[in-house]
């Protein structure tokens, strides 16, 4: 069994950056894709980034993309996102998510969501 654990979510202002982190046990962590969700009151789970086993390839849509970076150290099995010039509309719950049959389709393959998320309010 997969568990998560996500920190680093808060008030933020516009412009401005955080970085969440994504503990992961329960499974080999280094040989599998993991990525990032996020989800905003009233809107559907969002793909926010992927990154394969590796580190080396990683993959944003246009929304995050130049704002957004993922990374992993896969001695510590956490993957991280920082995001950078923070805007509103990425006030969301951000949820990490590790590759898992019948997860949710990305260009890295499917991705499961395990954990509860963090919360990121950005403020104008």
């Known amino acids: 069994q997969v568990h998560v654990v996500e920190s680093g979510g808060g008030l933020v202002q516009a412009g401005g950056s955080l970085r969440l982190s994504c503990v992961v046990s329960?499974?080999?962590?280094?040989?599998?894709?993991a990525g990032w969700f996020r989800q905003a009151p009233g809107n559907e789970r969002e793909f926010v980034a992927a990154?394969?086993?590796?580190?080396?390839?990683?993959f944003y849509p246009d929304s995050v993309r130049g704002r957004f970076t993922i990374f992993r150290d896969n001695a510590k099995s956490t993957i991280y996102l920082q995001m950078n010039r923070l805007k509103l509309e990425d006030t969301a719950v951000y949820y990490c998510?590790?590759?898992?049959?019948?997860?949710?389709?990305?260009?890295?393959?499917?991705?499961?969501?395990w954990g509860q998320g963090t919360l990121v309010t950005v403020s104008s």
């Open positions: 998510a590790v590759q898992a049959e019948g997860g949710i389709s990305t260009p890295f393959g499917e991705l499961r969501v």
């Open positions: 990154i394969d086993w590796s580190g080396h390839n990683t």
């Open positions: 329960g499974r080999t962590f280094s040989t599998y894709t």
